[in-house]
């Protein structure tokens, strides 16, 4: 089985701070999947599914935050996340 990629740029205003990270992490563990996120093409890939890790990014409005998942909820895992972020994390500005 291959993994599931997409891209989806941060628009939120602050970027992915506290806030937004915990519900990006908690919506991950929902998922039957290994998942992975970066901030950059180089960077390495951190588990989704840690907030210490997503919250160490330090991601900023603007950056291109890339999503990888494998495993049976694949799929599901990176809309639904590229979903969440797409909607600044359900905060409004």
Do not use: C, Y
């Not at 970066?38 to 409005?61: F, N, Q, Y």
């Amino acid at each position: 089985m291959s993994a599931i990629r997409s891209s989806v740029k941060i628009t939120h205003p602050v970027g992915l701070p506290a806030r937004p990270a915990v519900k990006f992490t908690k919506l991950a563990k929902t998922f039957d999947a290994n998942i992975r996120v970066r901030g950059a093409p180089e960077a390495p890939w951190i588990d989704a599914k840690s907030i210490v890790k997503v919250m160490a990014l330090k991601l900023r409005t603007g950056t291109v935050l890339e999503l990888e998942a494998e495993g049976a909820a694949a799929q599901h895992a990176v809309d639904a996340l590229r979903s969440l972020v797409e909607r600044d994390f359900d905060e409004a500005a």
